[in-house]
């Protein structure tokens, strides 16, 4: 039975795909910046709060030549993630019920440990032993991923979290509490309530918490143990325990693209300060390293011939062409524009730097061309292709994670550990997906399925569902 005590079991923190907790992007920064980090197809993984396993049973799905362990206080999100190995049969990943505190090296060592959501709101020796098991566990070249809430951007959340928090301090019940809150965060930004000034500091904050989800005001904003810290802070705590920054899981972040701090700043870890200054940073997602490993943190435009990388880069009306995080390219050489352009037809999977050559048709021009889209985020580094079935075949077949997600909600994960969101014919169609069935069978049973559709109208439509299923990576051989 699960524990009442435990709000995380009382209202659940939903745990999903988290690319930049994935061991591919972990060694690829560590890559990036000078480290040989463990192949991710034959490594060991430990992840810290992991709930119910949404994050980490999907990569034990995609890298079954791997272990995982993950390790969680609340026993109903854990012994959900156990049915969930259970029933797909997963034999290299197990979830534990236990104590951050009693998590030792009867564990072993890991190459690579995760921790989201923990570090900033959990009592003070909890995040010590955080990381002293990273200082302790991990190997020699392994990358740790940790989380946390930064300061100087956290002190306007900070406000807000201090106000919601004394609204509802007499309010019995999680739900209860949530519900207040956000009634309270309406009643300051909704009828001229806070004075011009304050409105312009607090308006769209208190909004964006309002929109935020019940589990996440809960465990994050109304969170009595939240601890938020400014970076040089974080990095003298890793240190205590021989554990350095590598760099950040964003590591478009780490640089400076117009040297404004240059003057400012003697090293690394000063820019990354001077930087949270500037840009109001509120919450970080730093990578640490054993302290005796060497480092280069202005990396070469040669590092780019050893990963891979990807971009859903499109084209614009304005003839910009656009790839993540909103960046915009224009006016540049057009060797750019084909390679950006393969990018967006493979999206989501990656392109590895030879199978980008002759779009640019010279290495070292290449090099520097993909160096400066990292560094200005147009497009994530990857150190793994995540296989998959690019083309839609006689009897298609859904990944059998995706198919086991799609039984149960419309949000599955594909290949590439991106969540995809199906709507209700996408999520029947995926189901029925199981490599048995050829196209004509699958437009039959999914007419049945369908209300308002008919067969001839599901079988014209097929084609091209099939082919954005395949698009998404959630097909496999």
């Not at 709930?51 to 272990?67: H, T």
Request: net charge negative; hydrophobic share 40%.
């Amino acid at each position: 039975m699960a524990d009442p005590a435990n709000l995380y079991n009382e209202v659940l923190y939903n745990t999903f795909p988290r690319q930049q907790t994935h061991p591919d992007r972990l060694a690829a920064v560590g890559t990036l910046f000078g480290m040989k980090p463990t192949p991710i197809t034959n490594c060991r993984v430990l992840e810290i709060g992991c709930g119910d396993g949404g994050n980490l049973i999907p990569m034990a799905y995609a890298l079954q030549g791997s272990s995982f362990v993950g390790v969680d206080l609340a026993d109903g999100p854990i012994a959900t993630g156990q049915a969930t190995i259970a029933e797909m049969g997963l034999e290299n990943i197990a979830l534990h019920l236990l104590d951050i505190r009693e998590v030792g090296g009867a564990f072993g060592q890991f190459d690579y440990i995760m921790a989201h959501g923990v570090y900033s709101w959990v009592p003070a020796d909890v995040s010590d032993r955080l990381l002293a098991i990273c200082g302790e566990l991990l190997t020699p070249q392994g990358v740790a991923f940790i989380s946390y809430n930064a300061y100087p951007g956290w002190y306007v959340r900070q406000m807000m979290s201090e106000m919601m928090s004394y609204h509802t301090r007499k309010i019995a019940g999680p739900h209860a509490r949530v519900e207040a809150a956000r009634e309270f965060l309406s009643f300051l930004t909704e009828g001229n309530t806070l004075s011009a000034n304050w409105q312009k500091i607090l308006g769209d904050e208190a909004k964006a918490v309002v929109a935020r989800s019940e589990d996440a005001i809960l465990h994050d904003d109304l969170e009595p143990n939240s601890h938020p810290i400014y970076f040089r802070e974080f990095v003298e705590h890793a240190a205590r325990y021989d554990l350095q920054f590598l760099g950040e899981a964003e590591p478009h972040n780490m640089f400076d693209l117009g040297d404004r701090v240059a003057t400012l700043a003697t090293d690394v870890l000063e820019r990354e300060q001077y930087l949270d200054f500037l840009r109001a940073r509120r919450f970080r997602q730093t990578l640490l390293c054993r302290k005796g490993v060497t480092l280069q943190h202005a990396p070469g435009p040669e590092v780019m011939e050893s990963l891979l990388f990807s971009s859903p880069a499109k084209r614009l009306d304005d003839g910009q062409v656009q790839g993540l995080r909103g960046v915009c390219l224009t006016g540049a050489h057009e060797a750019v524009y084909r390679v950006v352009s393969a990018l967006g037809e493979m999206y989501p999977l990656p392109l590895a730097f030879e199978d980008l050559l002759p779009y640019a048709g010279d290495r070292e021009g290449l090099c520097n061309m993909l160096l400066g889209l990292v560094v200005a985020g147009f497009c994530n580094i990857h150190i793994f292709d995540f296989p998959c079935e690019e083309s839609v075949t006689e009897k298609p077949r859904a990944s059998r994670l995706a198919r086991y997600q799609a039984s149960k909600s419309r949000f599955v994960t594909n290949a590439c550990h991106l969540v995809v969101e199906l709507d209700e014919v996408a999520r029947h169609a995926v189901l029925l997906m199981d490599g048995s069935r050829d196209h004509e069978t699958i437009a039959r049973e999914l007419a049945a399925m369908t209300e308002g559709a008919t067969t001839d109208q599901i079988r014209e439509a097929l084609p091209s569902s099939l082919e954005w299923l395949a698009g998404r990576a959630l097909l496999e051989g």
